[in-house]
């Protein structure tokens, strides 16, 4: 199988006037078509530095990163992002702020508008099209931002703490319904976040980095039934227990080296 993204000795250095500082070293990591992986560790170890090596936005100082097979050379719609700030422009509608994806990517056509009400409606957003974001709650807004990004049809979605900002209840809802979307659409996701039982209860897979540089430090499998099982439900299981001890011993070793 060809894999969604492709990371092989990537290292990235920031390089300012003054100095040049080490970011992520050495990171190997594939993910496969349809997998959701996630990125955890301590602050500064390079998650959002590796999202965006994958995404293009940044080019990194050394190793190569494939997305489906093709070297990554700047942005792509192959690739969707999603960040803590939902980023809707505060003058435009709904329905337009979920067009703009589409119309900076240039795939906006007469069947957009159909696809737009379609994904507002799998979203519970129906008949949100013409009000406008200061109407909507925190939730809503990211819902509408993953409209946004779903409607130009990436295969690999890039998700920075798209939760952060949100309640816990709201959060709890919002996992649940990126899980399903992304499965049915057989979407490839990385996802960057601090929150532990938010990774295990999403992923198929959790990667844990260190820092100063960041490393992977380990990568943890989730296994069965909690893998399969809806993130809300999923917390539920012996298994996320389990899992989460086995990751919590590992980052406290972490910040044991520091
Ligand atoms: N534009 C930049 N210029 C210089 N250094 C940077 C820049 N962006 C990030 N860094 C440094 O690179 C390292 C990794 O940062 P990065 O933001 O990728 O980590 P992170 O794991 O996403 O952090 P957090 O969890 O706090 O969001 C940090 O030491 C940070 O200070």
């Given at each position: 199988?060809?894999?969604?993204?492709e990371?092989?000795?990537?290292?990235?250095?920031?390089?300012?006037?003054?100095?040049?500082?080490?970011a992520?070293?050495?990171?190997?990591?594939?993910?496969?078509?349809?997998?959701?992986?996630?990125?955890?560790?301590?602050s500064?170890?390079?998650?959002?530095?590796?999202?965006?090596?994958?995404?293009?936005?940044?080019?990194?100082?050394?190793?190569?990163?494939?997305?489906?097979?093709?070297?990554?050379?700047?942005?792509?719609?192959e690739?969707?992002?999603?960040?803590?700030?939902?980023?809707?422009?505060?003058?435009?509608?709904?329905?337009?702020?979920?067009?703009?994806?589409?119309?900076?990517?240039?795939?906006?056509?007469?069947?957009?508008?159909?696809?737009?009400e379609?994904?507002?409606?799998?979203?519970?957003?129906?008949?949100?099209?013409?009000?406008?974001?200061?109407?909507?709650?925190?939730?809503?807004?990211?819902?509408?931002a993953?409209?946004?990004?779903?409607?130009?049809?990436?295969?690999?979605?890039?998700?920075?703490?798209?939760?952060?900002?949100?309640?816990?209840?709201?959060?709890?809802?919002?996992?649940?319904?990126?899980v399903?979307?992304?499965?049915?659409?057989?979407?490839?996701?990385?996802?960057?976040?601090?929150?532990?039982?938010?990774?295990?209860?999403?992923?198929?897979?959790v990667?844990?980095?260190?820092?100063?540089?960041?490393?992977?430090?380990y990568?943890?499998?989730?296994?069965?039934?909690?893998?399969?099982?809806?993130?809300?439900?999923?917390?539920?299981?012996?298994?996320?227990?389990?899992?989460?001890?086995?990751?919590?011993h590992?980052?406290?070793k972490?910040?044991?080296?520091?």
């Amino acid at each position: 199988m060809k894999p969604a993204v492709e990371l092989k000795q990537i290292t990235h250095a920031y390089v300012s006037d003054r100095e040049a500082s080490l970011a992520i070293e050495d990171i190997n990591l594939t993910v496969y078509p349809g997998e959701f992986v996630s990125l955890i560790g301590p602050s500064g170890c390079g998650k959002t530095t590796l999202l965006s090596i994958i995404a293009g936005l940044l080019q990194p100082s050394k190793g190569t990163v494939t997305v489906n097979g093709h070297a990554v050379e700047g942005t792509s719609p192959e690739v969707g992002y999603m960040l803590q700030q939902d980023y809707l422009f505060p003058w435009l509608s709904i329905q337009k702020n979920a067009l703009l994806g589409l119309e900076l990517t240039g795939g906006l056509n007469e069947a957009s508008a159909v696809l737009i009400e379609e994904l507002l409606k799998e979203m519970d957003l129906a008949g949100y099209g013409s009000f406008y974001p200061q109407q909507l709650s925190g939730g809503m807004r990211q819902r509408v931002a993953l409209v946004r990004t779903l409607a130009a049809d990436p295969s690999l979605l890039l998700l920075d703490e798209p939760f952060s900002a949100l309640d816990y209840q709201t959060k709890l809802k919002l996992e649940n319904l990126i899980v399903k979307t992304l499965k049915e659409r057989r979407k490839t996701a990385v996802l960057v976040t601090h929150d532990l039982s938010e990774a295990i209860a999403m992923s198929d897979r959790v990667v844990l980095l260190n820092r100063n540089p960041g490393r992977i430090h380990y990568v943890f499998d989730v296994t069965e039934p909690v893998r399969s099982t809806e993130p809300f439900l999923a917390r539920k299981e012996p298994g996320f227990n389990e899992l989460f001890h086995s990751i919590w011993h590992e980052m406290e070793k972490i910040s044991g080296k520091e």
